[in-house]
Structures are given as structure tokens and as C-alpha cells.
């Protein structure tokens, strides 16, 4: 989360060859500075860095107040619900200048720049200049500087040069790039591998060095991996919502003059699925809150689920689509949602109990469900989590979780497991149901 870094001291080392290997998945874009992955930094004139350049990759090395080498891409990194894998070179002992600092974005060597700016013959970079700060997360000159969003497998290499497929290899049933968890490297004096595998000490080193590293700030560990991705709620349909995502996406405020929804990365045509939103907060006035599906994206800034087609919801004065649900819910309620698009029904469920008597795991029979349009007969094709306030006048906040165990930074008290054991939820995941990740799309969808 934003404010989360990880930090340590280190001296020595190369100077003129280093790897650096990690995976990342993005929580905003076009943030500019505020995307820093890696900073080796000595002072304010000498320093080492690895950032999202709002949309772009940048990574340059800077010292003695001017810099060595620079690369920036001419490709845009946009996609937030994808994982990538970014391997940076400096290598300053190859005879070829083009050579010297290289980039691979998922197992693939970046060739377009618009800034290539290859350091000189044997150049020595501001890593193992003295005493540096190692910085996993943040530019250390700059507190606000933060990397927003999740990482997994952050190797640095210190005195060797690798390319990507030390790292990664493609998946021979997939196709998809995906990690080696135990790359065969030489980590040298510097080096590490944090693996991020124990959540009460992320800054654990699991090379044989044992250079850990001290976290700063709460992180918390998820269960998205770049071998399985969670969904999450989607940034980058906001154009009507205005709202803002925090906590890997998971967390969403509604936008304070808007009362449309946003949608999730990832949508469903069959199989049955369950997941979980708190509603956490609320600006002001009285309850306003929907969450529920939609086969569409929003089209204005005034429009309420209750006005597109095929959008299924729970609202929190107690009604539905056409039906009357039960309860009202409120702040600090957790709504859960049972998808079951074998037999279009859908179900919702206040604190643990499925309202209007149902029974999600009754198929055809549909007992206290809501009936469905055929996703094959919608918009899209595809239904999409939702959530949404109907006030013109303040906000509101939810917390979603899909599986990954949170609600924000909270994890779920007494954890019940979907179908396939991947997901984690705060209720009983009803028999046959699964949570939205890649990995059961992939099997059950």
C-alpha cells in the first residue's frame, strides 16, 4: 500500500555489473514519480532508479550530479490487472554501448526508447559507491515517491549480468511468462531475493546472504500472484465514476458529485463465483449503496444501476432487482455474492446470511434467487462486479474482496475457502463456488 516501503544499508560491491529482477502489478497510472520500484541512492547527486515514468519504464543511473545512462520506454505499461516482469541490466564491461544498460518487459528485451542514453566503457554506477540506501518501494529524496501497487520475486544481482529467462520461463500449457521460483544466479555481495512469503517480515532475504530488509509502513501480503491473478475493482473505468482505488484496487471511494458505478477487471460468462464487499464508509446523509453486477460500463456521471439493463444489485435500504432482498445494510457490513451463471441466478447474502431465504447451491430451482438475462444476450457478454452510491452530495466507500483474504488492509477473521482452496473469505464459500482469479477461470468459468 501507498506509505509501504522497504529499506536497507549496503556498501561495496559492483559498480559496473548488476541485475535487477522483479514482478510488479500496477494500482494507478499516469502517476508519474510516485511509481518508484528500485533507488540505490548515496546522496542527492549520486543515485540509482528504476521507476514507472508515469506510463513508461525508466531506469538510470545518476552520479556525480549528472547522469551515466538512461533508458526510457517508448511503450506504455497500462494494464492494471496484469503482472509484469521487468529485468534491468547494467553491464558496463560489454564492448557494445547498446549493450550496457538493457531492459525485458515479460521475458522479451525492449528495443524502443525514447531516451537511450548508454553509459561509457566500464562506467561505474552509484551502486557500491560508498555507503548507499537500497530502497524496494520508494525514491528516497522524495517521501511521496512511492511505488503504488504489489510485487512478488524482487531479485538483485550484484556482480553478474542475466537476461530475463533466468528468471521467467513461458508456462509449456499457457504459453504465459511466468516465474522461476528458484532461478539458478550467483547473488554476489549485495544481492538478494525477497520472496515477500512471510507477511510478519516482507523484508526477509531468501538468497544465502541474508541481507534483509526493514519494512516501513503497513504492507500486507496477497494472495495475487504473477502465477494467478485476483480481480480487483478497475481504475481504469472511471471516467464517470471520478472515484479513487487504493489497497491494490480493492478499496474504492465513490466520487463525492457522481452516483454511477465502476465495474471490475475481470468479468465472467459462466461457472459459479462468489466474493465479498464491505460497505465501510460514508461521507454523509442516509444509506445510498449498490453492489451487485452489470453486463455494461457506465455512459454519464448520473447514471444509477437501477437505470441501465441487466444490472442486478443489492441496495441498502433492503431491495433488489424487482424483489424485495430483506435486511437494509449499512457501514461496516459485509454483503456477499453468490454468481451462478450455470443457471443465471444470483444471490446476496448480509453478515453471513443469504437474504430472501436463498440458497445458492439449489441450481436450477433458484431458491430465494434473483433471475438473470443470459450473459450471451447482454452488452459485453460478460457480467462485472459493481459498486455505487446514488447521492449527488457526498461519498462512499467499499471494500471488496475477491479472494484475497483483505477487506483494505484488514484481513478476514475467521477465513472459509472457496471450491478450488485459492481464495479466502470472511463466510462460508457456498459448495461448488469459486473466487474470481485467473486459475479458476481458467478451470471452472
Known amino acids: ?39 540505490g541512492i548515496v546522496d542527492n547527486s549520486n543515485e540509482t532508479q528504476l521507476l514507472f515514468l508515469y506510463d513508461s519504464i525508466e531506469f538510470y543511473d545518476y552520479s556525480s550530479a549528472s ?21 534491468a541490466v547494467w553491464d558496463t564491461t560489454n564492448a557494445t554501448a547498446g549493450d550496457r544498460m538493457r531492459l525485458y518487459v515479460n521475458g522479451e528485451e525492449v528495443t524502443s526508447f525514447s531516451t537511450d542514453t548508454p553509459p561509457s566503457l566500464n562506467q561505474n554506477s552509484s551502486l557500491g559507491n560508498g555507503t548507499y540506501d537500497q530502497q524496494v518501494g520508494l525514491y528516497s529524496a522524495n517521501s511521496s515517491y512511492y511505488f503504488n501497487g504489489s510485487m512478488a520475486h524482487f531479485h538483485f544481482i550484484d556482480g553478474t549480468a542475466y537476461d530475463a529467462s533466468t528468471f521467467g520461463e513461458y508456462s509449456a500449457t499457457s504459453g504465459v511468462w511466468k516465474p522461476k521460483t528458484d532461478p539458478s544466479v550467483t547473488y554476489g555481495t549485495n544481492g538478494f531475493f525477497l520472496k515477500f512469503a512471510n507477511s510478519a517480515a516482507l523484508g526477509t532475504d531468501s538468497s544465502v546472504n541474508g541481507n534483509d530488509f526493514t519494512v516501513n509502513g503497513t504492507g500486507t501480503q496477497t494472495l495475487d500472484t504473477p502465477s494467478n491473478v485476483f480481480c480487483t475493482m478497475n481504475p481504469l473505468d472511471n471516467y464517470y465514476f471520478n472515484g479513487t482505488f487504493v489497497n491494490g484496487n480493492t478499496t474504492t471511494t465513490t466520487g463525492t458529485s457522481q452516483y ?58 433492503g431491495s433488489g432487482e424487482g424483489v424485495t432482498m430483506g435486511d437494509s445494510y449499512t457501514t461496516g457490513d459485509i454483503i ?9 441466478k444470483i444471490y446476496f447474502s448480509k453478515n453471513g446470511v443469504w437474504q430472501n431465504s436463498g440458497d445458492p447451491t439449489s441450481g436450477a430451482t433458484g431458491t430465494g434467487a434473483i433471475s438473470i438475462t443470459d450473459p450471451s444476450s447482454t452488452v459485453l457478454g460478460n457480467y462485472f462486479a459493481i459498486v455505487a452510491d446514488g447521492s449527488s452530495s457526498y461519498n462512499a466507500t467499499f471494500k471488496a474482496n475477491f479472494g484475497n483474504g483483505y477487506f483494505g488492509t484488514t484481513a478476514v477473521s475467521t477465513p472459509g475457502s472457496d471450491g478450488a482452496g485459492l481464495g479466502k473469505f470472511e463466510y462460508a464459500v457456498p459448495t461448488g463456488y469459486y473466487s474470481l482469479c485467473t486459475k479458476n477461470i481458467i478451470t471452472y468459468g
Open 67 to 87: 547522469r551515466t545512462g538512461t533508458l526510457v520506454t517508448t511503450a506504455k505499461y497500462r494494464d492494471v490487472n496484469a503482472w509484469y516482469h521487468i529485468v
Open 260 to 317: 454511477t458505478w465502476c465495474t471490475s477487471t475481470l468479468g465472467v460468462s459462466s461457472g459459479k463465483w462468489y466474493w465479498e464487499v464491505e460497505y465501510d464508509a460514508k461521507s454523509g446523509g442516509s444509506d445510498v449503496a449498490y453492489i451487485g453486477i452489470t453486463p455494461s460500463t457506465s455512459t454519464s456521471t448520473t447514471e444509477q444501476p437501477l437505470m441501465s439493463n441487466n444490472q442486478y444489485y443489492y441496495y441498502s435500504s
Open 336 to 344: 456477499g455474492i453468490a454468481l451462478d451463471l450455470d443457471n443465471n
Open 1 to 39: 500500500m501507498a506509505s509501504t516501503h522497504l529499506s536497507k544499508s549496503a556498501s561495496g560491491g559492483s559498480r559496473t555489473t548488476w541485475t535487477i529482477s522483479t514482478w510488479v502489478k500496477r494500482g494507478s497510472l499516469g502517476s508519474g514519480l510516485s511509481s518508484n520500484i528500485f533507488n
